[in-house]
Structure formats: structure tokens, C-alpha cells
T-cell receptor
Framework: ELKVEQNPLFLSMQEGKNYTIYCNYS?????LYWYRQDPGKSLESLFV?????AVKQEGRLMASLDTKARLSTLHITAAVHDLSATYFC???????????FGTGTRLKVLA | DGGITQSPKYLFRKEGQNVTLSCEQN?????MYWYRQDPGQGLRLIYY???????QKGDIAEGYSVSREKKESFPLTVTSAQKNPTAFYLC???????????????FGPGTRLLVL
């Protein structure tokens, strides 16, 4: 069964710095998703990565997918305080509608 | 505006009581899901439904029950058999039609369940 692992679990970074969150998955996953959750709130979809080599960017966030390495990354460029949140990756297995979530990365951007 | 609504926002359960959490969507999505989130933790799948009148157990279905009588609605009942129900419950939906692979999920605002 598909397993999804994220690291780091916690990330504290200074404003203006760059950093990367990693998402490893155990078996073939057709698609890889990234979500953001603000404290006490629901999840908001950020990116859907469909195929090997896929790269998507929105503002200071860029997500990529390497299916051969079973790895997705979420890169943060020049972090700002508003990016403080918990970020989740999730994958699905072909033929199912079952999403498997990672444990999340709690990001805190310090001014 | 299309979206997912959950009610109530907060729910208090007494010991031995069954409670039902509501989830409604007007996105015309076929697939719906229930997740449980404990403080500082990720999401765990309780039940999911790919189509009306059909649903499957997720990873932590014990102590929970669901129904899917209408496309728009997927209520979750937390039964008295669930001994530790205090958590944040999230409902989600996705297009999920036919053999097309799953699209991104859209989440409701959540229901916070507390035990008295």
C-alpha cells in the first residue's frame, strides 16, 4: 500500500531565505498533491503534479515531481511570514480514489 | 458559489451518545471523503464514497458509520463505540468520475468534536 513521508516535520526559517520540503512515497503514485493548512482551518489545494518532471509554480512556492526517485519537493523562495502554515503532500494509487497524506510539515517564517 | 459545507462547526458529545456530522457539496462531485485530524497530526481516512449508495472503509472506520443516499450529501455518524472521538473532522470531495484518475480534493471548513 502507498505510504507517504514528509520531512522535515518542523521548519523554522528566516524571512528572505530559501528552503525545500521533501515528500517521499513508497510505491507508484499516479499523482502527487500539495495542500496548505492554516492553524485551526481546513486544507487548501496548492498544486497537482501529474507526471514525471512536472513543475508548477505559484508565487514563492514551486513544486516538482520525480516519479523515478518517488520524490516530490516544495521549494520556498525568499520566504515571507504569510507562508507560515502546515504543508501536506498526498498521493493516490491508480484505479482508486483513496488519497494517502503525509504527516505534514509545520513551517514557521520568522520576521 | 460552489463549495463544501460542514455543520456544526463545534459539536459536543456525551458518553454513550451517537452524533452525526453533516457534509454537503454543490460541486457536482461524485467522490466524497471523511478524514480525522488529531492535534499536530496528519489526516487519517475514515470512509470514502465514489458514487451514490456505495462507500468503502478507510484506515480508521471502527466506531464510525456513513451513508450516501444523495450525491450532494455524505453524513458521518460517530457512534458510542468510538471511545476517543475528540478530533477535527474534515469532509472533502473530488470529481472522481468513471475511470478518470482522481483530481484534487476540495475540503470543507471542518467540525471540531469534543467529548463532555
Amino acid at each position: 500500500e502507498l505510504k507517504v513521508e514528509q520531512n522535515p516535520l518542523f521548519l523554522s526559517m528566516q524571512e528572505g531565505k530559501n528552503y525545500t520540503i521533501y515528500c517521499n512515497y513508497s510505491t507508484t503514485s499516479d499523482r502527487l498533491y500539495w495542500y496548505r493548512q492554516d492553524p485551526g482551518k481546513s486544507l487548501e489545494s496548492l498544486f497537482v503534479l501529474l507526471s514525471n518532471g512536472a513543475v508548477k509554480q505559484e508565487g514563492r512556492l514551486m513544486a516538482s515531481l520525480d516519479t523515478k526517485a518517488r520524490l516530490s519537493t516544495l521549494h520556498i523562495t525568499a520566504a515571507v511570514h504569510d507562508l507560515s502554515a502546515t504543508y501536506f503532500c498526498a498521493g493516490t494509487t491508480s484505479g482508486t480514489y483513496k488519497y494517502i497524506f503525509g504527516t505534514g510539515t509545520r513551517l514557521k517564517v520568522l520576521a | 458559489d460552489g463549495g463544501i459545507t460542514q455543520s456544526p462547526k463545534y459539536l459536543f458529545r456525551k458518553e454513550g451518545q451517537n452524533v452525526t456530522l453533516s457534509c454537503e457539496q454543490n460541486l457536482n462531485h461524485d467522490a466524497m471523503y471523511w478524514y480525522r485530524q488529531d492535534p499536530g497530526q496528519g489526516l487519517r481516512l475514515i470512509y470514502y464514497s465514489q458514487i451514490v449508495n456505495d462507500f468503502q472503509k478507510g484506515d480508521i472506520a471502527e466506531g464510525y458509520s456513513v451513508s450516501r443516499e444523495k450525491k450532494e450529501s455524505f453524513p458521518l455518524t460517530v457512534t458510542s463505540a468510538q471511545k476517543n472521538p475528540t478530533a477535527f473532522y474534515l469532509c472533502a470531495s473530488s470529481i472522481g468520475r468513471g475511470t478518470y484518475q482522481a483530481e484534487t480534493q476540495y475540503f470543507g471548513p471542518g467540525t471540531r468534536l469534543l467529548v463532555l
